[in-house]
Nanobody, 126 residues
Framework: EVQLVESGGGLVQAGGSLRLSCAAS????????IGWFRQAPGKEREGVSC????????RYADSVKGRFTISSDSAKNTVYLQMNSLEPEDTAVYFC???????????????????WGQGTQVTVSS
């Protein structure tokens, strides 16, 4: 069974940075996508970014373009989300999720995903 574990959340001031990690295990093929999602109280779950294992293609929400970067380290089976210039509006629980097999066109839509991590809290103070 696929297992995903997020880490790296915390409390930061506006303008600061955090790097989230998603450690993955249990994949039986190399055809999958990893996405980052976030959910704040009273709001819908929102796609932040995703990456395909096929060719490394990525997608970003308009609200984070130019501030966040998704990347992967195949040797460590880990996907990262580097978050710079954080704003109070970025405050949420951040989840990583996996689709087996990868369909990049829908990787920003949370109902597409098969597996989810437990989430990590990101809080940005003003």
């Amino acid at each position: 069974e696929v297992q995903l574990v997020e880490s790296g959340g915390g409390l930061v001031q506006a303008g600061g940075s955090l790097r989230l990690s998603c450690a993955a295990s249990g994949f039986t093929s190399d055809d999958y996508a990893i996405g980052w999602f976030r959910q704040a109280p009273g709001k819908e779950r929102e796609g932040v970014s995703c990456i395909s294992s096929r060719d490394g293609s990525t997608r970003y929400a308009d609200s984070v373009k130019g501030r966040f970067t998704i990347s992967s380290d195949s040797a460590k089976n880990t996907v990262y989300l580097q978050m710079n210039s954080l704003e109070p509006e970025d405050t949420a629980v951040y989840f990583c999720a996996a689709i087996v097999e990868s369909i990049l066109a829908v990787c920003m839509l949370w109902p597409s995903y098969d597996y989810w991590g437990q989430g990590t809290q990101v809080t940005v103070s003003s």
